[in-house]
């Protein structure tokens, strides 16, 4: 228990002095999640609204491959694009594997799909509220997507937010394709991971501590953009 206040005590010093490694590895965190996040959002985000107002061949099979990559194991994307970024893999020439970017690509590969999943549900309700209007004004499917794009812009946020809060606790993926190189690839999760089977308790729940607090601060920010935009609706 004595070693464990211990540890306790230096971690709140860790995070209270502003440790330069800490300051590394979560800054580092921070730029791979949200340049992730920002990624998937470009490809999930106008999917999502084109599935919600569109009607072709193949969207219930999209929709249910989305729904199934929801669940996609973080390992297993992480071996996709480890084959993939290899020395023998298509993209092996590319000299990914094990920097930020593979780690970027893992994540962009496992947030996508909830991206796209999400906003299409989000999009559904709105369509259904704006789609005698702008059929009126002769807005096809493709015209259509900007304009609910923007006015679920509230939703939107909300459903990037969960995205960004899975990416951010990521750690089977990222460790498969950055290999947890130090002072390079070694972002919170992982170096959560490779601390405590260290034993190196007050690193690791320094780091715990602020990963916790960001996954908090995250959910209070989509609770008040939901909140928000109940309000506005009313």
Same mark, same amino acid.
């Given at each position: 228990?004595?070693?464990?206040?211990?540890?306790?005590?230096?971690?709140? &010093?860790?995070?209270?002095?502003g440790d330069p490694t800490v300051l590394r590895?979560?800054?580092?965190?921070? /730029?791979?999640? @949200?340049?992730?996040?920002?990624?998937?959002?470009?490809?999930?985000?106008?999917?999502?609204?084109? =599935?919600?107002?569109?009607?072709?061949?193949?969207?219930?099979?999209?929709?249910?491959?989305?729904?199934?990559?929801?669940?996609?194991?973080?390992?297993?994307?992480?071996?996709?694009?480890?084959?993939?970024?290899?020395?023998? $893999?298509?993209?092996?020439?590319?000299?990914?594997?094990?920097?930020?970017?593979?780690?970027?690509?893992?994540?962009?590969?496992?947030?996508?799909?909830?991206?796209?999943?999400?906003?299409?549900?989000?999009?559904?309700?709105?369509?259904?509220?704006?789609?005698?209007?702008?059929?009126?004004?002769?807005?096809?499917?493709?015209?259509?997507?900007?304009?609910?794009?923007?006015?679920?812009?509230?939703?939107?946020?909300?459903? @990037?937010?969960?995205?960004?809060?899975?990416?951010?606790?990521?750690?089977?993926?990222?460790?498969?394709?950055?290999?947890?190189?130090? $002072?390079?690839?070694?972002?919170?999760?992982?170096?959560?991971?490779?601390?405590?089977?260290? $034993?190196?308790?007050? =690193?690791? =729940?320094?780091?715990?501590?602020?990963?916790m607090a960001m996954v908090l601060a995250v959910?209070?920010?989509?609770?008040?953009?939901?909140?928000?935009?109940? /309000?506005?609706? &009313?």
């Amino acid at each position: 228990m004595t070693d464990l206040g211990a540890a306790l005590a230096t971690a709140l &010093h860790l995070v209270a002095t502003g440790d330069p490694t800490v300051l590394r590895i979560v800054g580092l965190s921070l /730029r791979i999640s @949200l340049a992730a996040t920002l990624c998937a959002a470009l490809v999930g985000l106008p999917l999502g609204a084109l =599935l919600a107002v569109a009607r072709f061949p193949g969207r219930r099979a999209i929709i249910v491959g989305l729904n199934a990559l929801m669940g996609l194991p973080p390992v297993v994307a992480g071996l996709l694009i480890y084959l993939a970024l290899s020395r023998s $893999g298509p993209l092996g020439g590319l000299g990914l594997l094990f920097t930020p970017w593979a780690m970027v690509i893992a994540q962009t590969l496992l947030i996508a799909p909830i991206l796209a999943a999400l906003s299409r549900q989000a999009m559904e309700t709105l369509w259904e509220d704006y789609a005698e209007q702008l059929r009126s004004f002769g807005a096809g499917p493709w015209r259509a997507v900007p304009t609910l794009l923007w006015d679920g812009r509230f939703a939107l946020l909300t459903v @990037l937010l969960a995205g960004f809060g899975r990416a951010s606790a990521e750690v089977g993926a990222v460790m498969v394709v950055g290999g947890n190189i130090e $002072g390079f690839t070694r972002v919170m999760t992982t170096a959560i991971a490779l601390e405590t089977s260290k $034993g190196d308790l007050p =690193l690791a =729940l320094a780091l715990g501590g602020i990963l916790m607090a960001m996954v908090l601060a995250v959910n209070v920010a989509a609770q008040a953009l939901r909140d928000g935009a109940a /309000r506005a609706g &009313h």
